[in-house]
């Protein structure tokens, strides 16, 4: 007779019980606790069989402590995945042995980016893995691509005790899983999805890749408000977190590290969504600014910084008059809550009457920016809409600006003129206490230091 065991498992953050709970004690959900089968003990041994067939890591010598200075670390090479921006956000290639998620909304191109990337390897050995979508539809985006890759083999199956025999015979050097959500293992009786199936698919694989060295990438899908789908235990379990972000009916996606074991979190890579495919996008400002064919009012140029790459950023305002009552503040890829607080800093320490006006701010090209860099140029872009008059083309603006209306510093300046000098940028407005301690002399900028605001919008519209 089967004995059953059971626990209670939180479907938003994946805590446990041993009893049904109401709220969840963990991340205060309510009603997120459903039971699930963890364990079921035969007494017939062959029910477990594919374990000991499959399970690449069992060992009989037991772990010792050993004093760090014995230690002996070799530095493992990268394999290199051809895609420099997934190179630069994995921290110089995929380390063997490692357990890569990539998360990112329905639409956004992450199997068209793993697609890509397998076909790209031509000298290895590549085994797809999709629970999601039939061969025919894989065949019709690999023609899409345009690639072909001899090597690469394709897996309808959701089954891990199959997969891994297919795997035990294929022996790949790369393993590609979409997605981690759609696996199920036979030694969990719980659904596809759930969070006992998730945490027992991804400890398998996690073993099969430390003890084989073999890379691989898993595709998962995320929730309404952007995280991770599943147990929080997922993000953990593996080495590294990219998320593909994006708005799926604008061209450019963006590839962030959430989390690296082998590298920095602060990179990020850029692609433009083609009919062909995502085409890597080695300098993005050209791009941005590729459109600024004469003088408007309302647009700025600020220098901002993606992880540790500095962009070159068209911020644009329009400011209307109200229509109804209440003055209208919407913003595109700025957060909404700093708008309305520049705008009071723009009421209060400059004079001028927003009070009004509907706002709208908008950053050119579909990215979402976090740097309180652009404070001067939103700034700058809504007393530009505002009074209607444009900014001259050759100038950008760099600093972020306080509840007093003073202009303070931002990090990593040099790169930032470095990027605006090479695009061809004449003058950039920072803050005075960037500039000290500062060589400016060896930019071929003119750089215009200033502590108020009010100091930066006489210098622009006199």
């Known amino acids: 007779m089967a004995k059953v065991k059971t626990l209670f498992f939180c479907q938003n953050c994946g805590a446990q019980s041993a009893k049904w709970i109401g709220r969840c004690p963990s991340c205060g959900e309510w009603n997120t606790y459903v039971e699930e089968v963890i364990e079921k003990t035969d007494t017939n041994p062959a029910a477990n069989a594919w374990k000991a067939s499959t399970s690449v890591g069992s060992t009989t010598k037991a772990a010792k402590p050993k004093p760090l200075g014995d230690i002996i670390y070799e530095e493992e ?46 000298n290895l050995r590549i085994l797809y893995v999709s629970g999601e979508e039939s061969e025919q539809q894989i065949k019709m985006r690999a023609e899409r691509l345009g690639q072909q890759h001899p090597g690469l083999y394709i897996l309808t199956e959701t089954n891990t005790q199959n997969i891994f025999r297919q795997i035990d015979q294929l022996q790949p050097n ?42 691989v990438l898993l595709i998962g899908h995320i929730t309404k408000d952007g995280s991770i789908a599943g147990p929080k235990i997922l993000e953990h379990m593996v080495d590294t977190v990219l998320q593909f972000e994006g708005d799926r009916h604008l061209t450019y996606r963006i590839l962030r590290t959430i989390k690296n074991r082998f590298g920095s979190t602060a990179e990020l890579g850029i692609y433009e969504m083609q009919g062909a495919g995502l085409r890597q996008v080695s300098n993005p400002s050209e791009i941005l600014l590729s459109q600024r064919t004469e003088q408007l009012s309302g647009i700025a140029i600020g220098a901002t910084l993606e992880g540790n790459r500095p962009l070159l950023v068209e911020v644009q305002a329009l400011v209307t008059p109200a229509t109804y009552g209440t003055p209208q503040r919407s913003s595109t890829g700025f957060d909404s809550k700093r708008l309305q607080m520049l705008l009071a800093v723009l009421e209060k320490r400059s004079g001028l ?5 509907d706002v709208f701010l908008n950053i050119a090209g579909g990215l979402r920016l976090e740097d309180p860099a652009l404070d001067l140029a939103v700034c700058a872009a809504v007393v530009s809409s505002l009074n209607d008059v444009p900014i001259r083309n050759e100038i950008c603006l760099a600093a972020e600006v306080g509840l007093s209306g003073e202009i303070r510093a931002v990090s990593r300046l040099d790169q930032r003129l470095s990027e605006s000098e090479k695009l061809g940028f004449a003058e950039m407005y920072i803050s005075q206490f960037n500039a000290k301690g500062l060589d400016l002399a060896r930019y071929g900028i003119r750089v215009h230091p200033a502590g108020r605001l009010d100091e930066v919008l006489t210098g622009l519209f006199g």
């Open 77 to 122: 090479s990268r394999l290199n995945t051809h895609d420099a921006e997934l190179n630069r956000v994995l921290g110089g290639g995929l380390v063997p042995g490692s357990l890569v998620l990539i998360g990112g909304e329905p639409g956004i191109g992450k199997s068209t980016l793993m697609l890509q990337i397998a076909m790209q390897l031509r």
């Open 174 to 215: 790369v393993v590609v899983v979409d997605s981690i959500q759609t696996l199920h293992s036979t030694i969990v009786e719980a659904g596809p999805g759930s969070v006992s199936q998730v945490r027992e698919c991804t400890t398998e694989l996690l073993k099969y890749a430390k003890d084989t060295g073999v890379p």
């Open 353 to 357: 009457r927003l009070g009004q006006h």
